[in-house]
């Protein structure tokens, strides 16, 4: 069973610095696009930055120089390193893959996995 499991979220005053974690695990036979969304209260999930399995990446004009998404392709890992974060930030954080589990190969393609989501709270 694929599974993404995010870590490194918490709280972190303004200004400060998070990174975040998210690792595939499973039987999974390639990962293509990787990606961070964030959900704040009362607001719709956005994209905040995603990278290609070539590591070409785009980001949301809010984050553009403070954040930086990476990837380690060797270890089904993705990251979001979170520089002067600000208050506006605060969200709950989703990890996402565009994936193709084993037992799926040959049947159709990769479909999109979510994480269980990891909160960042910015506050003094």
């Known amino acids: 069973q694929v599974q993404l499991v995010e870590s490194g979220g918490g709280l972190v005053q303004p200004g400060g610095s998070l990174r975040l974690s998210c690792a595939a695990s499973?039987?999974?036979?390639?990962?293509?696009?990787m990606g961070w969304y964030r959900q704040a209260p009362g607001k719709q999930r956005e994209l905040v930055a995603a990278i290609t399995s070539g590591g070409s990446t785009n980001y949301a004009d809010s984050v553009k120089g403070r954040f930086t998404i990476s990837r380690d392709n060797a270890k089904n890992t993705v990251y979001l390193q979170m520089n002067m974060l600000k208050p506006e930030d605060t969200a709950v954080y989703y990890c996402n893959a565009e994936l193709l589990p084993i037992h799926e190969y040959g049947l159709g393609p990769a479909s999109g996995y979510w994480g269980q989501g990891t909160q960042v709270t910015v506050s003094s």
């Open positions: 499973g039987s999974i036979f390639s990962i293509n696009n």
